[in-house]
T-cell receptor
């Protein structure tokens, strides 16, 4: 386990299609985060999990977006009925929960770049 | 929720000079302040972080200072080198509630010229 893995790295889709991204966090990390980054901007928080529980969702996240972490390990982010405005880099990060050494330090994956035509 | 502002948006320095990037945050519950470096097309990578019980931290040519009262923190890079050219993001995070996620600034594009 050398880090956070994301798949696919690139996805091109037509408007209206559904897409799903997968994130495999660092194995001992119990927190998993999804962020979205557009060109020239900082990562924007979407949602995060502690183990399998989804603890927070951004108000910016429309109901076309859904994320799961069914067994507390990998996570998926699905976007339904994609729109051109969904084009962005979707970053996953993981960390230990607070209270332990190294907690709060987020390690990011390489991201999944989505292009909606 | 937390709001992090970052300045400047772009910074150009000559090799060997120092660079300073400043951030302010709004949520007094935030207690962890990392800085990430992102090179073009790559993932953000942690370069240094500071917790609220510390006022300053240094790691070789990089230092971060924190003023909790004023709610601002800064990144200092000394003796800049061309490989320091990248986008730098500050961020803030707390432990509980809505502060428990990392909120990023908008980034500073640093260019180190020869």
């Amino acid at each position: 386990d050398t880090g956070v893995s994301q798949d696919p790295r690139h996805k091109i889709t037509k408007r209206g299609q559904n897409v799903t991204f997968r994130c495999d966090p660092i194995s001992e990390h119990n927190r998993l985060y999804w962020y979205r980054q557009t060109l020239g901007q900082g990562p924007e928080f979407l949602t995060y999990f502690q183990n399998e529980a989804q603890l927070e969702k951004s108000r910016l996240l429309s109901d076309r977006f859904s994320a799961e972490r069914p067994k507390g390990s990998f996570s998926t982010l699905e976007i339904q009925r994609t729109e051109q405005g969904d084009s962005a880099m979707y970053l996953c990060a993981s960390s230990l929960a607070g209270g332990r050494s190294g907690a709060n330090v987020l390690t990011f994956g390489a991201g999944s770049r989505l292009t909606v035509l | 929720g937390e709001n992090v502002e970052q300045h400047p948006s772009t910074l150009s320095v000559q090799e060997g000079d120092s660079a300073v990037i400043k951030c302010t945050y709004s949520d007094s519950a935030s207690n962890y302040f990392p800085w990430y470096k992102q090179e073009l097309g790559k993932r953000p990578q942690l370069i240094i972080d500071i917790r609220s019980n510390v006022g300053e931290k240094k790691d070789q040519r990089i230092a971060v200072t924190l003023n909790k009262t004023a709610k601002h923190f800064s990144l200092h890079i000394t003796e800049t080198q061309p490989e320091d050219s990248a986008v730098y993001f500050c961020a803030a995070k707390g432990d509980t509630g809505t502060a428990s996620k990392l909120t990023f600034g908008t980034g500073t594009r640093l260019q180190v010229t020869l």
